[in-house]
């Protein structure tokens, strides 16, 4: 089986991808019948959309909260979602993404200057400070600062606009945070998250948040998007290729607002980041998740790897710490052909409850190793009868899917381990999804796969199921009065051993509500 450590190369997994699957569809067919599935959903099944906000009670805090985030927040208004396009060499990238591409040369034609760190008196040793090294080499931009081997300790990175920071290769080039850092320190960040900045292209290194300077520390991170390996908040064209985050308090990378957005569901931030490109990250020890969205626009993340978070940012087994996370108010974000092992959630695609949901969420190809919920789809505070119906959680896609063998985690210890959960969300379709447990391994009687809460507009297509020896039915669409409505299954298929648990396929047959 397969065990996706910190060493893993994501730059493999669509050969992976590829051999797990058989290759069951070329990719290019297999995205396109993807999309038309989701188009026939969405025209048979028209979203329900609340018309009003129901008044909600809560302490004065609560609504004091809310009042100070709805200062610095603006209405959530559906986007256009993207198109995705499979060139003849199988590469997978949004429409916009030429747009991304001609910024890129803008950033090099504004490149004035290119400088080596060295010779503004960094060393490279692990032991002196490179602080005001780095300040000194990056300037007020327009700049390509070149970091060689070595390990470089800062107290924090600020890159203004139009810069190019470039190192040696992930493990060669280690920039660490000085043992004095406070807490709540970011590692790397834009340097203007109130004006917020442009054009930074990062490339070929290694972010060490230093854990081990905060000790036995219970809770590792501060508030808001601090805390972090790299946080980019109020960006519009920003790249980060073939970068590591190691032992974040916080997240290992964070595509994000100015503020975190509590203002309550219809609501979003201002001064979110737009158009990021996240290739080949690798991110391990993250204390909450190891890639996480908020409240920004055009994200394209691809080839890359999470593993073995602490959860260290949350009370002890209760730690909803993902792989990748896609979370409060992101809008048109794809997922390429990346990985996560041992989380709690693999993907999980979610908004908090006093904020909006993601949507226009689109995934492909995926491998999940013995993450906890392999696929996680939910907006929380949103799924029982008497809550407030979401009037944002809408459109998700995803082809290419692979669960393998998802546990039982210390990180969340009340959390059965599922291949898939679809909750309150509304136009979900997932097309070609593989489901392989450990015939070895206590299910104890759990599905594998749950539909509930409020979920609608759901098509399954092609789904596989094998080795779940002690597991319950594949696929649950759960009943009751908070029950989804619309839910299509079809093409299912499970090994022997699977059937023998289940008693036959009458878990299998379509539903439709």
């Known amino acids: 089986m397969l065990h996706f450590d910190r060493t893993h190369n994501p730059k493999n997994n669509p050969e992976l991808i590829a051999e797990m699957t058989n290759n069951m569809l070329p990719l290019k067919k297999l995205v396109k019948e993807t999309e038309q ?25 609560e609504k004091v909260m809310a009042w100070f985030f709805r200062i610095f927040a603006e209405l959530s208004t559906p986007l256009p979602p ?41 060393i490279g040793d692990g032991k002196t400070d490179c602080t005001a090294a780095f300040r000194k080499a990056i300037g007020n931009g327009r700049v390509k600062v ?17 810069t190019y920071l470039i190192g040696a290769g992930k493990g060669k080039t ?26 930074l292209f990062i490339k070929g290194l290694s972010l060490d948040w ?20 790299l946080t980019y908040a109020n960006v519009t064209y920003g790249w980060v290729h073939e970068v590591e985050g190691i032992n974040p308090g916080l997240h290992c990378f964070d595509i994000s607002s100015t503020l975190y957005n509590y203002a309550g569901d219809g609501f979003r931030a201002r001064g979110g980041s ?60 794809l997922l390429v052909q990346n990985s996560s092992a041992r989380c709690f959630g693999g993907i999980e695609i979610k908004a908090h409850e006093n904020s909006s949901a993601a949507s226009n969420v689109q995934i492909i190809g995926h491998i999940s190793v013995n993450d906890n919920r392999s696929y996680n789809f939910r907006h929380i505070g949103h799924h029982k009868s008497t809550d407030e119906q979401s009037k944002t959680a809408f459109n998700i896609s995803a082809c290419s899917l692979i669960s393998i063998a998802p546990v ?36 104890k009687n759990n599905p594998v796969v749950a539909i509930q809460y409020r979920a609608r507009n759901v098509l399954l297509n092609r789904f596989s199921f094998s080795e779940f020896l002690n597991a319950g039915p594949a696929i649950k669409v ?21 059937i023998k648990q289940v008693h036959g396929d009458r878990h299998l047959v379509p539903v439709m509500r």
Not at 37 to 61: M, V, W, Y
Request: net charge negative.
């Open 408 to 443: 039982y985690s210390d990180l969340y210890r009340d959390s059965a381990p599922r291949s898939l959960v679809v909750s309150g969300y509304q136009n979900v379709v997932i097309n070609q999804f593989w489901a392989i447990g450990d015939p070895h391994y206590d299910f």
């Open 146 to 162: 070149v970091v060689p081997e070595g390990v470089f300790i800062t107290k924090g990175i600020r890159l203004p606009s139009w």
């Open 82 to 122: 993207s198109k995705t396009i499979v060139d003849m060499e199988e590469n997978i990238f949004p429409d916009w993404k030429e747009k991304l591409d001609q910024e890129f040369n803008q950033l090099l034609n504004h490149i004035t200057l290119e400088v080596n760190v060295l010779d503004f008196g960094a």
């Open 210 to 229: 230093n854990i081990k300077r905060l000790g036995n520390t219970a809770k590792t991170s501060t508030w808001g998007n601090h805390s972090s390996c």
């Open 174 to 199: 280690i920039i660490k945070l000085h043992n004095q850092a406070s807490k709540g320190i970011r590692l790397v960040t834009n340097a203007n998250h109130w004006k917020g900045n442009h054009h």
């Open 37 to 61: 599935l989701f188009e026939q959903t969405c025209k048979n099944h028209q979203p329900d959309i609340p018309e009003r906000a129901t008044k909600r009670s809560g302490s004065l805090l």
């Open 274 to 333: 737009k158009y990021v490109w996240l290739n080949q990250v690798n991110g391990y020890g993250f204390g909450d998740d190891g890639v996480t969205t908020h409240h920004s626009d055009y994200i394209l993340i691809t080839h890359s790897h999470m593993c073995d978070p602490s959860g260290r940012s949350h009370q002890k087994g209760f730690s909803n710490s993902n792989g990748i996370e896609i979370d409060d108010g992101s809008r048109n974000v």
């Open 478 to 498: 759960y009943g009751g009065i908070n029950r989804p409505d619309f839910v299509n299954i079809q093409n299912v298929t499970t090994d022997d051993t699977f």
